[in-house]
Structures are given as structure tokens and as C-alpha cells.
């Protein structure tokens, strides 16, 4: 029961160019909350493509609970948030229809985040990274849901918000016992949040 | 010394369309005041959806449409005009912006620097910049689609450091960055500052706004609600209870939410915005509240820490 990463290898496409990521071994436990860090540009990011789905590694394996992740139908077990909630919803969609399209939202959850009701009816472009953020995260916590990549998920928000999300993602984590891979590049952030850490060289 | 930016009493607000055809006008910044020195970075910080952007596009000029601005900017001495905030940006006024979709996808980072020019001065300056921000000179053939975050904030930065500017504005310039680069990239800005040029540092990063800046302004639902000396946050010397919040939720200082939201635009009355969630919030902090000095600083708040009872 974990989501593994055998011997990742993946390179974008450049001729002559290094892999972005070689030989990259990981481990998550549910329950567990694991720490990514790294310099920009290691591939911290990229990484969580390759667990996600998003990408396919030249090489290796993601394996869910010892089956491969691309045997999984229907709402991807492992769910990621971005690093850059603006380019993560559509742009031409109300935010209320970018919900629906990952299925009804658990009840409490909206308010829970502090979604008010006025902000389904509006654009992207008129909300701020952080109140997008919110939106993010309440699609991404669905019922069969089992691991949640969060890469860089506070770094645009105030102080009290990064204090309010993490808290409600704790608490969320340890209710449906979800495994997390928290990247940040907050080091006081990582040592409270994380269980154990592992850094990309 | 004459001052290089001086915002006084500024107010944003935008036009929506309520029911039907009916104008609505909603009110995003109010009475904003603001004074950058030559030499000087000072960090405006506040949460997500305070209104803090704007600010920054407000002293460019590139406001939408159905904005509309009032009260008074001055650049080096002379009135920010529409007409002069157009001539002027982009070369004595530069933006770092926030989003990292702020580069244009269809334009290797090289060109995007250069704005354009082709001539080897050009490449060559576009070269030293790049390398100044620990980007290799691979970087300037590449889409943005190839960078990292980080590295699209650096891209961003170089841009425009490229200007040579007078007033630097930096749109939450940290984000995506490790510890390292935003030290760095902060340096940076520290470094054209002690240059002369004014930095305006618009962020929600406290901790990291503080290793920089001279002056802190904390942005509250479109208010100012207090302005203090960097120091005054290390040495406990906080005036607004949202201040004193904003400290409390840092991982290293105990990391405490405290409960709700900042109020979205035209949720704000007359009285402190912070009242509802403050907690020594009384009945009168919902009528007028005075931006005054105290000790150093300026608080908007009937009921300063370390203050007296007015």
C-alpha cells in the first residue's frame, strides 16, 4: 500500500540535451506527509507530472498500491496541485463550471475553504492566485482520491491563508488518511509540516 | 532629498454590471498613501486579493478599462500623468510581475530580454543579465514552457534589470523560488536600491520582505492598515492586531490561523476591515478609524498594541 516511483528517467524533448530526472527512487506511504526539496530546476515539479499521469517517464515505473498507475480508470488516485493556480482552470470557464467538472464537491468542503458562494460566478481573472488556489484544492479532494502532490501550493498566498490551507489539508489528509508530497522551498514550512524529507540533487 | 514615487490618498475602483444594466462601483483600494525615498525598498505586504496588485498597475497605468483611479502620484517630482506613466514604463518605471504568464509564450527568453533589438550590444547585455541571475547562456533559446517556475521568475527579473530603471516595482517576485535564489533575487533588488533607484516590494512574504526593506506597509482588504520600520517586526514593536496575526502565522512563530477571510471588495464600511475578525475587535471599530502615527509608524486602529487609548 504506497505509491512508488521506481528508477524514474524522464527528459523533455531536446536534442543533446541531460534527462531532467535519472534513476529517481521514491516512496509514499498513505498517511505519510514526505517532503520534496531541492533547487529550482531539479525537477521538483516534474516529478510530480510523472506521478500524476501527466507525463510519462522515458523509463521506470509509478506504481499505486503495486498496480501501474496507467491500469487506474476513471478519477486518477493521485491528484496534483499546481504551483501556479492560474494556469491549472480554464480561463474561459466560471469557476462554479470548473468544479462541476470533476464531479459534485463533498459537502462542507467549500466552506471549510472559504469559498464563498459569489465566487462560483466568476472568472478566473478575477480572482487572486490565492482564492484560485482554494478552487484547486476543493477539486482535487475527491472521494477515491488516495495520494495529493502539492507542489508549491502556499507560496502565493498571505501568511494566515498558508496557516488556514495547510491546517485544513492536515486535517483532511488524516481523514481520509491520504498521502502527501509536499514541495516547498520553505524550510520553517517543511520541518512542521513534514514527516520525513527527501531532497532532489 | 526629493522623493522618487509619493502616492497620496489613492483610491481605486472598478465598474461592474450589477442586475440588469445598473452600474455598480466597487470600491478595490481606499485612501492609500505611500512615500518611496531614492535608495529606499519598501515592502507593501498583505494577503492575496488585498488589492496589492493593482496598486502596482495602478502607478503603471495599465489599470482595465472600467477602472477608475483617484488621488495623487508623483514621480521625481512631477505628476504620474496617464500620458507620462506610458512614456515612462517599461525604461524608468519597471514592473516584475507576478504571474509567470506574463512572458510571451511564443518568444524564446533571448528576444524577450532584448525587446526586440537584434544588434551584439543587445545580446551582449541580455547575456550578462542572464548570467547575473545564475541563468546560463542556454537559457536565452528557450520557450518559457522549458523553464521551471523558478526560472521564469528569474527571466522576469532580468527583463527588468535589462532598463537600468529609477523605480523598480516587484510583483511578488519570490514565489517558486528556493531559499537561495530569493535571497538572491532580493539582494538584487537591495543592489538597485543601493544604486539609487527606489524599490517598491509588493508581497505577501513577510519574513522574506523583512531581510530587505527599510519601510513595511500592510495591506489589509484595499487599507493600509499600518506602516512600520522593518526592525519594529523582530523587536515586537507591532501596532494593528493584524499585524500582530500576520507574525503569529509564520511556521517559525506558532504557525495559528486565525478563523475567516479578508473581506472581498465592497464588503468594507467605513470602520477598520479587520474588525470582525479582530480579537480585541469592539462595536466602535466599525465607525471611522484615523490612520495616525504612533511611535515611528502609522496604524490605522482605535486600539494599538503598545498605544494609548486615543
Known amino acids: 500500500m504506497s505509491l512508488e516511483a521506481k528508477q524514474l528517467t524522464f527528459g523533455y524533448r531536446r536534442k543533446g540535451k541531460e534527462p531532467v530526472l535519472e534513476g529517481i527512487d521514491l516512496t509514499l506511504e498513505p498517511g505519510e506527509r514526505l517532503g520534496l526539496a531541492g533547487p529550482s530546476g531539479r525537477g521538483k515539479t516534474t516529478l510530480c507530472k510523472l506521478l500524476a499521469g501527466y507525463e510519462r517517464p522515458d523509463s521506470g515505473l509509478v506504481l499505486v498500491d503495486g498496480r501501474p498507475l496507467k491500469a487506474y480508470r476513471g478519477i486518477c488516485p493521485v491528484q496534483m496541485i499546481w504551483q501556479h493556480p492560474e494556469t491549472a482552470v480554464d480561463p474561459l470557464m466560471k469557476l462554479g463550471d470548473t468544479l462541476k467538472e470533476g464531479g459534485p464537491v463533498e459537502e462542507g468542503l467549500l466552506e471549510a475553504l472559504h469559498i464563498q458562494p459569489a465566487w462560483l460566478e466568476r472568472y478566473p481573472t478575477e480572482l487572486s492566485g490565492g482564492e484560485l488556489q482554494r478552487f484547486c484544492i476543493a477539486r482535487a479532494l475527491r472521494p477515491g482520491v488516495r495520494y495529493l502532490l502539492c507542489d508549491e501550493v502556499s507560496a502565493m498566498l498571505d501568511l494566515i491563508t498558508q496557516a488556514q490551507i495547510w491546517t485544513f489539508l492536515l486535517d483532511q489528509a488524516e481523514r481520509r488518511n491520504l498521502g502527501l508530497l509536499i514541495v516547498s522551498h520553505n524550510s520553517p514550512l517543511m520541518e512542521r509540516l513534514c514527516t520525513r524529507v527527501q531532497t532532489l540533487a | 532629498m526629493q522623493p522618487i514615487l509619493e502616492v497620496k490618498d489613492l483610491s481605486i475602483s472598478f465598474t461592474q454590471y450589477g442586475r440588469g444594466t445598473k452600474q455598480v462601483l466597487l470600491p478595490v483600494i481606499q485612501d492609500l498613501s505611500l512615500t518611496i525615498a531614492p535608495g529606499q525598498v519598501v515592502a507593501v505586504v498583505g494577503s492575496s486579493g488585498s488589492g496589492k496588485s493593482l496598486l502596482a498597475h495602478g502607478i503603471l497605468g495599465i489599470l482595465p478599462y472600467n477602472s477608475h483611479m483617484a488621488g495623487e502620484i508623483t514621480f521625481l517630482g512631477q505628476p504620474l500623468t496617464p500620458q507620462r506613466a506610458a512614456a515612462v514604463r517599461g525604461k524608468e518605471i519597471v514592473l516584475v510581475p507576478q504571474g509567470v504568464t506574463y512572458l510571451d509564450p511564443l518568444m524564446k ?202
Request: some cysteine; proline content about 9%.
Open chain 2, 109 to 310: 527568453v533571448g528576444p524577450q530580454i532584448r525587446k526586440g533589438r537584434r544588434d551584439q550590444a543587445a545580446k551582449a547585455a541580455s547575456r550578462a543579465v542572464l548570467e547575473r541571475y545564475g541563468l546560463g547562456t542556454d537559457t536565452e533559446e528557450r520557450y518559457p514552457f522549458e523553464l521551471s517556475g523558478g526560472m521564469a521568475r528569474r527571466v522576469l527579473i532580468a527583463t527588468a534589470a535589462a532598463a537600468t530603471p529609477k523605480l523598480v516595482i516587484a510583483d511578488e517576485p519570490t514565489p517558486g523560488l528556493d531559499a537561495r535564489s530569493a535571497k538572491r533575487v532580493l539582494s538584487h533588488f537591495r543592489e538597485l536600491a543601493d544604486g539609487g533607484a527606489g524599490v517598491l516590494l509588493i508581497t505577501h512574504d513577510l519574513e522574506l520582505a523583512l531581510t530587505i526593506s527599510h519601510r513595511v506597509a500592510v495591506f489589509y482588504a484595499g487599507e493600509t492598515v499600518e506602516e512600520a520600520n522593518a526592525a519594529d517586526f523582530t523587536a515586537g514593536k507591532l501596532r494593528h492586531p493584524y499585524t500582530r496575526a500576520l507574525w503569529n502565522a509564520l511556521p517559525q512563530n506558532g504557525f495559528v490561523p486565525i478563523p475567516g477571510a479578508q473581506p472581498g471588495p465592497g464588503q468594507v464600511g467605513e470602520g477598520c476591515p479587520f474588525a470582525p475578525r479582530c480579537p480585541k475587535g469592539r462595536p466602535e471599530c466599525l465607525g471611522p478609524v484615523p490612520y495616525r502615527a504612533l511611535d515611528g509608524g502609522l496604524v490605522r486602529c482605535l486600539y494599538p498594541e503598545g498605544g494609548e487609548r486615543p
